[in-house]
């Protein structure tokens, strides 16, 4: 959903609908392609013929994008200053084979599902490039 669709409401005061999401962000299925409008108020294709207009991307569609830059000084700091305690605690925690653990050690450091899933993975690749 690229293309910006601009309709303008009765009033005549135009709105425009913009994706809320980093391109290809999404885990779910695409919807099935709209059909083109025909220009009649009832039916399967009812609605206003309009043409959509191509705009600008703005800084604000690049959100959440690592940069190479940015990926660099990360992957630098992790060098200089190596893991945190609980990083360490769940490498080894990985290494015995106890995932459960793991999770739940990182769920209660960081506080949400995601990040947790997210940090066992981050560590579970360490391991992996340690063997």
């Not at 135009?14 to 994706?19: A, E, I, L, T, V």
């Amino acid at each position: 959903m690229a293309v910006e669709e601009v309709r303008s409401r009765p009033g005549g005061v135009g709105f425009r609908s913009r994706p809320t999401q980093v391109s290809g962000a999404s885990t779910r299925p695409a919807m099935a392609p709209t059909q083109a409008k025909s220009g009649l108020f009832v039916g399967i294709n009812k609605g206003h013929v309009v043409t959509k207009r191509e705009l600008p991307l703005r800084p604000s569609d690049r959100k959440g994008k690592a940069t190479k830059r940015v990926t660099f000084v990360r992957s630098l700091i992790r060098e200089v200053a190596g893991f945190a305690p609980y990083e360490k605690r769940i490498t080894e925690l990985l290494k015995v084979g106890k995932d459960k653990r793991a999770l739940k050690l990182a769920k209660r450091k960081l506080g949400t599902h995601k990040r947790e899933k997210k940090k066992r993975e981050e560590m579970a690749n360490v391991v992996r490039k340690m063997r």
